[in-house]
């Protein structure tokens, strides 16, 4: 079992920016993949970023431009920066991880408990 836990989500308005902390035990030995996604009430959850173990990323075309997804490995933390929020952007936020590279599939293994991002208009 992998520890994820993610933190930083809020209420803010448009146009502002947020962002996201995803903490993964034991992440910079591991060579794990990672991706974070959200799910709105009543949806299927979806991947909107995923970065692999080389650093590659990913973004849905939903975010492309406006999210970015980065890491720190000496802090097994890696970080999800949502600029130019929309009030579509509204959703429960999760990362995962997981040794295999699901990219924006949300098949990971290991979960965190979600952060609420709100955005107002």
């Known amino acids: 079992q992998v520890a994820v836990v993610e933190s930083g989500g809020g209420s803010v308005q448009t146009g502002e920016s947020l962002r996201l902390s995803c903490y993964v035990d034991?992440?910079?030995?591991?060579?794990?993949?990672v991706g974070w996604a959200r799910q709105r009430p009543g949806q299927r959850r979806e991947g909107v970023a995923a970065?692999?173990?080389?650093?590659?990323?990913r973004y849905a075309d939903s975010v492309k431009g406006r999210f970015t997804i980065s890491k720190d490995n000496a802090k097994n933390t890696l970080y999800l920066q949502m600029n130019s929020l929309k009030p579509e952007d509204t959703a429960m936020y999760y990362c995962?991880?997981?040794?295999?590279?699901?990219?924006?599939?949300?098949?990971?293994?290991?979960w965190g408990q979600g952060t609420q991002v709100t955005v107002s208009s």
């Open positions: 970065i692999d173990s080389d650093g590659g990323t």
């Open positions: 995962a991880a997981d040794v295999r590279d699901y990219g924006l599939s949300p098949m990971y293994d290991y």
């Open positions: 034991g992440y910079a030995e591991s060579g794990m993949c």
